[in-house]
């Protein structure tokens, strides 16, 4: 049996294989990375980390990006 | 005796200024800022009208908020105000601590690559008026980070003095509640901040019309900063035009000097030299 890593994207529930990484997520949530920032328990992962940060049960990811303002 | 209309009408300082005729550029921390008009991209009904919007506006940075992604919406705002040569300048809207808006100005940091943040930190849901004791903790915090803080604060000039020992590189008082259109409700208070202030005033929140503006740039504000008059109107990007060109009248306004106010009239034509055609025996 394939271990699973249960985390919460953006407030949802969400459920990948163990060793998923930031960078992983991006790709399947987002169409680009341009302009995307990424928060795991309420600290910001830098761009640079995201493909060596994996991601771990439990884990509170913010995936965000600009949206109008003022 | 009645106190003279002058002195009563303290929200617009005497003639005050340079009389240059050629205008100086904006700094804030060091940078030349094109317009002196910043626009919000808040609140428009279509993408089209934003650009047209951006465009009339002549523009050279626009706020953003950091919000969760949409899977099902390209994130197309950066890629437009990229397009325009737009400056991004994001905000912490929606913040109600210093923490919040701490993580959300580094999660911004880390997206667009900017320094810059708009920082907002909210005190009261009905209103959106300022916390400003958490939003002193916040700029102090992310100056030391390197952050370029521009805070929307309140019309305080106590507030706008802490605000700029704290490092701030700019100060933006609002005139009257976000989205309220109730233009400048306390124009001394504004005056007041422009004469202390060793850094630029953006007017920012409030403004409903045109002549809002006008009227910051002729109180001395450097910059304005405008969103919900313009994304709601009915026409957005004629109102744009609209507002790039109350800056430029306003500023102009308070570079040429304005007049002494007076109760009574005084005649601009002399009464030297006039016919008598009738003259009394």
């Known amino acids: 049996m394939t271990e699973r890593t249960e985390v919460t994207v953006n407030g949802a529930p969400w459920t990948g294989l163990a060793g998923t990484t930031v960078g992983d997520l991006v790709a399947e949530w987002c169409t680009s990375s341009r302009g995307i920032a990424v928060a795991r328990n309420g600290d910001v992962v830098p761009k640079s980390s995201w493909d060596a940060t994996r991601i771990t049960s439990g884990d509170r990811i913010e995936i965000v990006t600009a949206a109008a303002g003022g | 005796m009645a106190v003279p209309w002058e002195a009563m009408d303290a929200s617009i300082p005497g003639p005050a200024l340079p009389s240059t005729t050629a205008d100086t550029d904006l700094f804030i921390a060091g940078q030349v800022v094109g317009s002196r008009l910043i626009l919000g991209t808040g609140g428009m009904t279509s993408p089209q009208s934003l650009r047209e919007a951006l465009v009339e506006s002549g523009t050279s940075m626009a706020t953003v908020a950091m919000r969760r992604v949409d899977p099902t919406t390209p994130h197309s705002l950066v890629d437009l105000l990229g397009e325009l040569g737009i400056q991004v300048l994001p905000n912490t809207a929606g913040c109600f601590t210093a923490s919040d808006a701490i993580l959300t100005a580094k999660l911004a940091r880390e997206a667009f690559s900017t320094d810059w943040v708009k920082l907002e930190v909210i005190g009261d849901e009905a209103t959106l008026l300022p916390d400003t004791v958490e939003l002193v903790a916040a700029a102090e915090e ?27 590189a700019a100060v933006m008082p609002l005139g009257s509640p976000i989205g309220s259109g109730l233009g400048i409700r306390n124009p001394h208070n504004i005056a007041l901040i422009v004469e202390q202030a060793t850094v630029p005033v953006v007017l920012d929140a409030g403004v409903g019309t045109a002549s809002d503006v006008c009227v910051a740039m002729e109180l001395g504000c450097d910059a304005v900063l405008v969103a919900s008059a313009v994304t709601r109107a009915h026409q957005p990007p004629l109102m744009a035009r609209a507002m790039r060109e109350a800056v430029s009248a306003g500023r102009a306004a308070r570079n040429a000097g304005r007049i002494t106010r007076r109760f009574h009239a005084q005649a601009s034509s002399s009464f030297e030299g006039m016919a008598d055609p009738w003259p009394q025996a």
């Open chain 2, 142 to 168: 992310l100056v030391d980070d390197g952050f370029v803080v521009l805070p929307y604060c309140g019309d305080d000039p106590v507030a706008a003095r802490r605000l700029e020992q704290a490092g701030c």
